[in-house]
C-alpha cells in the first residue's frame, strides 16, 4: 500500500512539475473551468495542460478524493442539487455563463446551498436560479446604469444589480459584458 501511495505522490509532483502549476493551482483550474464530470474535466486538462491520459485521469481522481475529505461533494453534486427537479431546465444557462467566464481569468468558485459566488479578491458574482423559469446573477460593480435588462437593487444586499436569464441564448455580449466589468473591478 505504501508503494502505491508513493507512486502517486511521485506522480502528482510530476504532473506539477510540467504543468509549471502547484497542485491548489491545477484544482482550481479545474473548479474555474465549469467542468464538472470526470471526462469533461479529464479532456480539458489534457487539452490545456498537454497532459497524457494517464496524468488528466489521476489529477482528477485526486481533486475529487480531495474535495470528498473536505466534506465537498464533487462540482456536479453540488450544481445538481442546485438545478434539481423543475430548475434542471436551467442548468444550460448556467454553464454557458460558466463557460464564458472561465474565459476571462482566475477566480474561485464557491457553492452556497442555492447558488455559486464567483470571487477574486472579493466576489464579482453570484449565480443561481431565482425560481423555476429563471437564472438570476447579482453582480457587485459600482456606477453601472441601470437598463431594461440590468436592475439596480436597493443599497444593503449582497450584490447591487441583477439580470435574470430565462433562455441560453440570452447569454450574450451586453451580459457577459457586465460580468467582464464587475470580474475587473473585483481584482
Excluded at 41 to 54: F, P, Q, T, W
Excluded at 60 to 86: C, M, N, R, W
Excluded at 159 to 165: A, G, H, I, R, W
Aim: glycine share 10%; net charge positive; proline share 5%.
Amino acid at each position: 500500500m505504501a508503494d502505491l501511495e508513493k507512486a502517486l505522490q511521485t506522480q502528482i509532483a510530476n504532473i506539477q512539475k510540467r504543468s509549471g502549476k502547484t497542485l491548489d493551482q491545477l484544482y482550481d483550474l479545474i473548479r474555474r473551468s465549469g467542468r464538472s464530470k470526470h471526462g469533461e474535466i479529464r479532456d480539458m486538462l489534457k487539452a490545456e495542460l498537454g497532459l497524457g491520459h494517464g496524468d488528466a485521469n489521476t489529477l482528477v481522481h485526486t481533486f475529487f478524493k480531495t474535495q470528498e475529505k473536505e466534506g465537498l461533494s464533487s462540482p456536479d453534486e453540488v450544481l445538481a442539487a442546485i438545478y434539481h427537479g423543475p430548475r434542471a431546465a436551467l442548468r444550460p444557462i448556467h454553464d454557458a455563463l460558466m463557460a464564458a467566464i472561465a474565459g476571462f481569468g482566475e477566480f474561485e468558485i464557491a457553492p452556497k446551498k442555492g447558488y455559486v459566488s464567483l470571487r477574486r479578491k472579493k466576489q464579482f458574482a453570484m449565480i443561481g436560479p431565482a425560481s423555476q423559469t429563471r437564472v438570476e446573477v447579482g453582480l457587485n460593480m459600482k456606477g453601472v446604469p441601470a437598463t431594461p435588462r440590468l436592475k439596480e437593487l436597493p443599497p444593503g444586499g449582497m450584490c447591487p444589480y441583477k439580470v435574470s436569464l430565462t433562455d441560453v441564448r440570452e447569454v450574450d455580449a451586453e451580459v457577459m459584458a457586465w460580468i467582464r466589468g464587475a470580474y475587473e473591478s473585483a481584482g
